[in-house]
């Protein structure tokens, strides 16, 4: 069956530093990928899209890459601010669908 | 700010009990979503909408149903509550048209506890 793994423990980061975030997929071969972000109690909401046939999206001090050999998709958020502490999902696009598959998330707390 | 609402944000209610969690959007998408999730673990869709008159089930068996009467609203319903249902409901919406990619906004969710 699909599955999508991302790192199911917290990721503590000194402010500044560049936080990496990964995002693994087995038994699929998704056209899009998208991020989003989530805080307590709250919907997420979105941040990136990425196509299969790109490797890399920026905006601002967010980075996606996406690699299809490996399955896998790495998120960058560079200069780390406190207020990046949030929840990072992956989600896959069901191909043929308009159906994503989200990820656990990532649980990122940026140290002051 | 997404422009998509959920009411109640929270509501404790008895097993038996017949509830329905509302969402409405004002952008005028044609697609809408609802997803369950419990803490610390993924979002599983359980309805999605093509759009009024269309509802489908999702990856996760559940024993609500949607109706889609209206572009705006994509109210859930609960016959019988359980205990098993208690979970966090996020509703969303996307675009419609031929892209399969568009970025969906979510609701604030709702925290459902059923005792």
């Known amino acids: 069956s699909q599955k999508i793994e991302q790192n199911s423990e917290a990721l503590n980061i000194q402010e500044g530093k560049t936080a990496t975030l990964t995002c693994n997929y087995t038994?699929?071969?998704?056209?899009?990928l998208q991020w989003y972000r989530q805080d307590p109690g709250r919907g997420p909401v979105f941040l990136l899209l990425?196509?299969?046939?790109?490797k890399e999206k920026r905006k601002e001090r967010l980075k996606v890459t996406f690699d299809t050999t490996l399955k896998q998709s790495l998120f960058h958020i560079t200069a780390s601010q406190p207020a990046d502490s949030a929840t990072y999902l992956c989600?896959?696009?069901?191909?043929?669908?308009?159906?994503?598959?989200f990820g656990t998330g990532t649980r990122l707390k940026v140290l002051a | 700010e997404a422009d998509i609402y959920q009411t109640p944000r929270y509501l404790v209610i008895g097993t038996g009990k017949k509830i329905t969690l509302e969402c409405s959007q004002t952008?005028?998408?044609?697609?809408m979503y609802w997803y369950q999730q419990d803490p610390g673990m993924e979002l599983h869709l359980i309805h999605y909408?093509?759009?009024?008159?269309?509802?489908e089930k999702g990856d996760l068996s559940s024993e609500s149903t949607v109706s889609r009467i209206r572009t705006e609203h994509f109210p859930l319903t609960l016959e019988s509550a359980r205990p098993s249902h208690t979970s966090q409901y996020l509703c969303?919406?996307?675009?419609?048209?031929?892209?399969?990619?568009?970025?969906?906004?979510f609701g604030p969710g709702t925290r459902l506890t059923v005792l």
């Open positions: 990425i196509r299969e046939n790109e």
């Open positions: 989600a896959l696009l069901v191909s043929g669908t308009y159906k994503y598959i």
């Open positions: 909408s093509y759009g009024v008159n269309s509802t």
């Open positions: 952008m005028g998408h044609d697609k």
């Open positions: 969303a919406s996307s675009e419609g048209g031929r892209r399969p990619y568009n970025e969906q906004f």
């Open positions: 038994n699929y071969s998704p056209a899009y």
